[in-house]
Structures are given as structure tokens and as C-alpha cells.
């Protein structure tokens, strides 16, 4: 089965729940083989809002990239997502950030995730439970890009498996 890395964030209402309430909508697709630590992070882009709880985990799938994409958008939607404005507060967020190698350049959906190595709350769980991650369009290890991205991630706990 093809595998996958996706983030995952919240900073509405209660944030855990509405991640494990998407962890367990999340069987009906594939298979959660692993799930970084959880980290509290300040909101990018618009920073006037709650801390988010985010986190990035490894997905087998046998979807491809846009069927994902739609799964994951319905997942938010049944856990009681809102429409709001870009980067606004979000009850749940799932991020594509890599498919396998796949390079996806759509206007719905980029593969690798546009910013994918200028967050910290995308690149430093993904590579804590993928350190040899490799970005698709550069060829470089995403361990390069740590040197050039502030970690201002804060642990807030750890998921038993699931």
C-alpha cells in the first residue's frame, strides 16, 4: 500500500477530540502506521487566534492523491468543520504534505505541501517519524531544511497506538 504523510491540527473547542475523532474516520480509508508526538504551536499566517495542537502522522492508503484529498475534506466536514476565512481557526485540518514521491501541482492540491518546509508544525513531526524523508522536487534530505526553520514547538503529549 502506498504511504502517505499528513498533518493534522486543531485550535477550536476541545482540539484532542476533534483529532481522534478524525484518527478513528480515518480506519475507514487506510491505516495509521505512525503519529509523531503532539505539539502545541502558535497559528501561521494569521496569528491573532488560539494555539494549535499539531501533529503529523503516516497514512497506508490505497487512495490516490485527489480520492485522499476528498476523504480527508469530508473527514473535517463530519467532524464539525467550519468554513472560515484562509488560515482562520480550524475545528480539524488534514494536510497532504508528501505522497510517496509523487510531485502533484494543481490548483486544489500540491504534492509536496507548498509549505512544507517553512512550517515547523509540518517538517519537524514528519521528520521525527520520517528522518529520512526526502523532498520530491529538490532531491534533499528534508533534514537540510531544519537548519533554515526556527522550532518553536511546544510537546504536548503522545498517542498510544492506535
Known amino acids: 500500500m502506498p504511504l502517505c504523510y499528513i498533518a493534522f491540527g486543531s485550535n ?7 483529532i481522534l475523532k478524525a484518527f478513528e474516520l ?8 505512525k503519529v509523531s508526538t ?17 501533529g503529523v502522522f503516516e497514512f497506508a492508503t490505497d487512495f490516490e492523491p485527489i480520492r485522499l484529498l476528498k476523504a480527508l475534506k469530508n473527514i473535517e466536514s ?21 505522497y510517496e514521491d509523487h510531485i502533484l ?17 509540518f517538517l519537524f513531526p514528519l521528520l521525527e517519524i520520517c ?10 534530505p528534508l533534514k537540510t531544511y531544519m537548519k533554515s526553520l526556527e522550532n518553536n514547538l511546544k510537546p504536548f503529549a503522545c498517542l498510544l497506538p492506535l
Open 38 to 54: 503532539l505539539y502545541v504551536s502558535q497559528a501561521w499566517g494569521r496569528t491573532n487566534q488560539p494555539d494549535f495542537i499539531n
Open 78 to 98: 463530519t467532524c464539525g468543520r467550519k468554513p472560515r476565512e484562509r488560515w482562520g481557526p480550524r475545528e480539524i485540518d488534514l494536510d497532504i504534505l508528501l
Open 12 to 18: 477550536v473547542g476541545d482540539r484532542l477530540s476533534y
Open 131 to 140: 528522518p529520512e524523508a526526502v523532498h520530491p522536487i529538490s532531491g534533499q
Open 105 to 121: 501541482m494543481l490548483s486544489f492540491l500540491r504534492i509536496p505541501h507548498l509549505y512544507l518546509t517553512q512550517r515547523d508544525f
Open 26 to 33: 480515518l480506519k475507514n480509508f487506510g491505516q495509521i502506521r
